[in-house]
């Protein structure tokens, strides 16, 4: 499964963007998919995740009520909501592909991955 992530770019403080991840094959909607962010020099970080009917979704603690993660499998594409953005969420941001059944908070337990998209906010 070849993934690709869209929608990132600069926005101010308070701001919303919303990224897509877009997945090369039908075969996508039997993945769940996680979205991952990295600052430079850190390692990935989990932000998100739903499983592959889209029915059980996940969230890191810093993004609760701020990020919705939803699923469109007819559209083969994950989408991450981003609302009142905060300096901190400045990263790279990545989409990931599991077909594990659980753990998809750990980036080990992602099969494919796609490239990263910027997210920069500025205040």
């Known amino acids: 499964v070849q993934l690709q992530a869209y929608g990132g770019g600069l926005v101010q403080a308070g701001g919303s963007l919303r990224l897509s991840c877009v997945a090369s094959?039908?075969?996508?909607?039997?993945?769940?998919v996680g979205w991952f962010r990295q600052y430079p020099g850190k390692e990935r970080e989990f932000v998100a995740a739903v499983n592959w009917r889209g029915g059980r979704k996940y969230y890191a603690d810093s993004v609760k009520g701020r990020f919705t993660i939803s699923r469109d499998n007819a559209r083969n594409t994950v989408d991450l909501q981003m609302s009142s953005l905060k300096l901190e969420d400045t990263a790279v941001y990545y989409c990931?592909?599991?077909?594990?059944?659980?753990?998809?908070?750990?980036?080990?337990?992602?099969?494919?991955w796609g490239q990263g998209t910027q997210v920069t906010v500025s205040s």
């Open positions: 990931a592909a599991s077909g594990k059944g659980d753990g998809y908070t750990t980036p080990t337990v992602y099969d494919f």
């Open positions: 094959r039908r075969s996508f909607s039997s993945y769940a």
